[in-house]
């Protein structure tokens, strides 16, 4: 309990609102946890309470109202970013087909490039939010390839992925380490109920999700790891390489 550990969230809704994030921080400050900036926090895996923010998909609401509370706080984030799937307004077919979130818009470019501007980070999450679970390696490396090069051409450098859903293809992570090295990726995150150390790989690194509909404390319990045993029941076992 109370180990390093890796936040996920998605979109601030009524759901999760600001106000529900904002009281999840100050629980968590007054239990010790101090926030750090990704960098900080993979250098110093021995550290206890330490946590660092990551945010998937790119939604406008974490712009428009998460955002300012962040530069605020001082608080460091991590963004990961589909980028076929930017500038889109909710409900659009092509977030629903995806699996984002339908009822929320995502950012704009220059929203990313603001975002960066204020010092805040981003993350590869696949160019369509691809669920590699479900796709062949064709599919994979042809999405990793185009999402890339979007990157490129926005001069948008990063050496993080995260896997939508968490989800890591069914066979053969020699494909997938390829991959990332081809790229320049140096960090992938999955997702898993578990404190960070450096016995972990660097390819599948766990967070924790606060999903949008849990209660204040269930959100404290997940990050605090008392119940990990409940989080893993179902999840089954990354392979060894």
Not at 20 to 46: A, D, H, P, W
Not at 131 to 147: P, R
Not at 149 to 156: A, D, E, R, V
């Amino acid at each position: 309990m109370f180990g390093s550990r890796i936040i996920c969230i998605h979109a601030i809704d009524e759901n999760l609102t600001l106000e529900k994030f904002c009281r999840y921080i100050y629980i968590t400050r007054k239990l010790g946890y101090q926030y750090v900036s990704m960098e900080e926090f993979l250098k110093n895996s021995s550290k206890q309470r330490m946590l660092t923010l990551t945010i998937d998909d790119a939604y406008k609401s974490i712009y428009n109202k998460l955002l300012p509370f962040l530069c605020k706080e001082n608080i460091p984030a991590l963004l990961f970013v589909p980028p076929l799937l930017l500038n889109k307004k909710a409900g659009d077919k092509d977030l629903v087909s995806n699996r984002m979130y339908p009822n929320e818009s995502t950012m704009s470019v220059e929203e990313i490039n603001s975002w960066i501007q204020k010092g805040f980070q981003i993350g590869f999450h696949t160019n369509a939010h691809t669920d590699w679970s479900l796709n062949c390696y064709e599919k994979i490396e042809l999405d990793f390839m185009q999402g890339m090069s979007f990157f490129k051409q926005n001069n948008w450098n990063t050496v993080f992925f995260a896997y939508p859903f968490g989800n890591l293809p069914t066979h053969d992570h020699c494909f997938t380490k390829k991959l990332f090295l081809t790229y320049g990726i140096q960090y992938a995150f999955t997702l898993e109920w578990k404190d960070y150390s450096s016995k972990c790989d660097n390819f599948f690194i766990p967070r924790i999700c606060l999903g949008d509909k849990n209660p204040l404390w269930w959100s404290i319990i997940k990050t605090t790891g008392l119940f990990d045993w409940y989080g893993n029941r179902h999840m089954s076992k990354i392979k060894e390489l």
